[in-house]
């Protein structure tokens, strides 16, 4: 079965062709990882990985490099928690372009104004909204912190 190479699974499968050309073994590793991810995916799915979802397995694998790397800081590793954030420098470019904060502030603060929200209580309902408005042009916990903000003020 051919897949396209714009298509999220074509791309990777592409870049790690690149990066094994180039003798690139730490970004190879970290790109076969996701790619592995991806299958894993399509099989429990039973279907190609849309964009979102894409999407959402690279934000994974970025936070647990992120959750990995602070794991190593604390323990002294220095060395292996900046292999970690070298690998999530190779993940970023994966996502889709991201939303600027304000963005999503003024987006938050509208919302919060039109529906008279206030409080913690509001917060699945702010959350909710906004996800489904920005879906993977956000980071779920960026978007936790600014509702917070605004709920709050």
Do not use: C, W
Not at 138 to 146: H, N
């Amino acid at each position: 079965m051919s897949i396209m190479s714009n298509h999220p699974r074509g791309r990777v499968e592409s870049d790690i062709k690149t990066a094994l050309k180039a003798g690139d073994k730490e970004r190879l590793a970290t790109l076969r990882m996701l790619l592995a991810a991806i299958k894993n995916e399509i099989i429990a799915s039973g279907g190609e990985v849309e964009d979102d979802r894409f999407a959402a397995l690279v934000r994974k694998a970025i936070k647990q490099r992120h959750d990995a790397a602070e794991q190593f800081r604390k323990g002294g590793r220095e060395d292996s928690a900046a292999k970690e954030e070298r690998e999530v420098e190779y993940l970023r470019p994966y996502l889709p372009q991201q939303v600027s904060e304000e963005e999503i502030r003024q987006a938050v603060t509208s919302f919060v104004a039109e529906q008279e929200l206030s409080g913690p209580a509001a917060m699945g309902q702010v959350m909710k909204a906004m996800m489904a408005r920005f879906g993977a042009r956000a980071d779920g916990s960026v978007v936790s912190r600014l509702a917070r903000e605004v709920l709050a003020g």
